[in-house]
């Protein structure tokens, strides 16, 4: 299943089936609405394709990670055993390595955002997931 509204989303799910059919797996898409998608009771015989914004800082993407993948009973020891400090990313990466394979979850596709800033532009900042803010951004006196 599938988000019908968003083209990016039926492409990707009709390029898996596309791949998956010559492997001997059948593959049958349904595109729903968002809100359909989100009030549906995910049957065992089927995947479910959804895209996530994930956060730049390596422990909120393990979060996400993890809440997407119904291991939210983990996350309170996951932020017991990391810690502070300088070390804090490697160690999540490493926690991430250890916890991922063990998740139902299995990343597809990557997108990216892409933002330009012309040069009369100025004072474009990023939130903390990376996305740009244009509260203050002005344009440059010539």
Do not use: C, N
């Amino acid at each position: 299943m599938f988000d019908d509204s968003a083209e990016d989303q039926r492409a990707i799910a009709e390029r898996l089936q596309v791949k998956l059919q010559p492997m001997g797996y059948r593959v049958a898409l349904k595109g729903l609405s968002r809100q359909a998608l989100r009030s549906h009771a995910q049957g065992d015989d089927e995947l479910l394709l959804v895209g996530v914004l994930v956060p730049p800082s390596p422990l909120g993407a393990l979060l996400l990670m993890l809440d997407l993948g119904q291991a939210r009973g983990r996350i309170g020891p996951l932020l017991g055993s990391v810690g502070f400090g300088p070390e804090l990313d490697a160690r999540v990466r490493e926690q991430a390595a250890a916890l991922l394979p063990e998740l139902s979850l299995w990343p597809l596709a990557t997108r990216g955002l892409g933002l330009t800033q012309a040069k009369d532009v100025q004072h474009v900042t990023r939130d903390s997931l990376g996305l740009p803010r244009l509260d203050d951004a002005f344009f440059a006196p010539e």
